[in-house]
């Protein structure tokens, strides 16, 4: 076995989302892993093969990596000591009342690793965090331990997704320091993913500040394309145009492309609203806030899309929600998630019991999340239970499930046939044929 292949011990600090399937993952890749969590509970049901969340092919993969021997959790940070490699994989919420990033878990996570980091050993920021702070954090490490390095390795998950992101990445991002330290942190970073390397995966080795930018301008060049199609469904919806058509239409120019140019209720959950936001606070302290302030409008094309379909649903419900029953079809921000952190759905859902709708939402995976968080909304396991006499039936996450409802025998559920697609994702056609008024936004009414 060559050196670059070696397996490595390995701890991961914070074993939340992207934690725990990061730590997973690299016990997957063949090194000793453990992952610290200071939630002790958090910890113990992850020793025990528990997934706190839902995300496809973890639960299998977290059992089958606990199952080899080689992935524990702790929630003692002494338990990293003698690691090669300490990923820090905390989060990095949006700060209360402002738009910047709360680093409060980053400086507490890395305060408590600089107490068993030994020298030589490597730290590996993954958190999205504000340009910055890598080069503030190396200089801590530095003071602390001279022979360790600091370098930022963004994470690029998509909820739904991220085992199939972490083990097959698009991409590896190296930000590393110029010098020996340098060349030493991307041969370690070569050793901890010789897998995916061996793939031929493209690599970027930068420094600090653009490997800390990458993540965030990914996420405000997708939010920026969401919200770029939804603004033309607002102009759709004024001129009689068809925004789903214009969508196919544009998306066929490979300069475009039809990824993520699907119109509808915008986006929401733990990662592009907070990080656009985040993006604009940072660009501010740095003097260059005139470089992102198209990134608010972009935050307002998205939140105007909550208002226009609670809109929507008062026009269908002819010109009044009192009173009427309304089935919320979805709750997490996105399908194939559990995640309701920044839901458009549930936003929507709860303006609609603010103006006097008896709502009833339902989600095959969120429910529970629902109940937990937002009490004040009536939960159901069904879509049948939900649209139950319903007058208007919502479509506002696109799960399979949903998207494959039998039209003609969920309307002898309802008491008024009248669907809103919040996702443009229903065939328009067949629930028409089945007696449903439908309506979408930015589609023609026919």
Not at 355 to 365: E, Y
């Amino acid at each position: 076995m060559s050196e670059s292949e070696r397996p490595l011990k390995i701890s991961v600090i914070g074993c939340g989302y992207l934690g725990a399937v990061h730590a997973a993952s690299m016990a997957e890749l063949g090194h000793e892993v453990v992952g610290v969590e200071n939630d002790v509970a958090k910890a113990e049901g992850l020793a025990q093969g528990r997934v706190p969340f839902f995300e496809p092919g973890f639960e299998e993969l977290l059992r089958r990596s606990l199952a080899s021997g080689r992935l524990s959790f702790t929630s003692d940070i002494k338990d990293a000591e003698g690691a090669a490699v300490h990923f820090l994989c905390v989060g990095t919420p949006q700060r209360r009342g402002e738009y910047a990033a709360d680093l409060t878990y980053v400086e507490m996570a890395t305060a408590s690793l600089l107490d068993v980091l030994g020298p030589g050993e490597l730290v590996v920021g993954k958190s999205t965090v504000p340009v910055g702070t890598a080069a503030r954090l190396a200089e801590l490490v530095a003071e602390r331990v001279p022979d360790a390095v600091l370098a930022w390795n963004p994470e690029f998950l998509r909820e739904g997704f991220a085992v199939q992101d972490t083990l097959h990445p698009d991409r590896l991002v190296y930000g590393i320091p110029d010098g020996p330290d340098g060349a030493r942190a991307e041969q370690v970073l070569d050793t901890v993913y010789a897998r995916i390397v061996a793939d031929e995966t493209p690599k970027v080795v930068t420094d600090y500040a653009t490997a800390e930018m990458v993540k965030t301008a990914a996420n405000s060049f997708l939010a920026t394309k969401i919200s770029f199609i939804n603004a033309m469904a607002e102009l759709c919806e004024a001129t009689g145009a068809d925004v789903k058509q214009l969508a196919d239409a544009i998306g066929h120019d490979d300069r475009i492309g039809r990824k993520f140019l699907n119109a509808g209720l915008g986006f929401g959950g733990g990662c592009l609203p907070k990080d656009i936001r985040a993006f604009m606070a940072r660009a501010g302290e740095l003097g260059a806030d005139q470089a992102l302030t198209f990134l608010r409008e972009v935050d307002n094309i998205n939140m105007r899309r909550r208002i226009r379909m609670v809109e929507l649903a008062r026009q269908v419900c002819d010109g009044s929600l009192l009173g009427k029953r309304i089935a919320v079809l979805g709750a997490a921000f996105k399908p194939e998630s559990d995640d309701i952190r920044d839901s458009p759905a549930l936003n929507v859902a709860a303006q609609l019991q603010l103006q006097g709708a008896t709502v009833l939402v339902t989600d095959p995976q969120a429910g529970e999340n629902v109940r937990r968080h937002w009490a004040q909304l009536d939960c159901v396991d069904t879509p049948e239970e939900a649209a139950r006499n319903a007058d208007a039936v919502l479509l506002l996450t696109e799960w399979r499930q949903y998207k494959e409802l039998d039209p003609a025998a969920f309307g002898k559920v309802v008491k008024t046939r009248r669907v809103l697609d919040g996702r443009n994702a229903l065939d328009r056609e067949a629930w028409e044929a089945a007696g449903w008024t439908y309506r979408a936004l930015g589609r023609r009414n026919l």
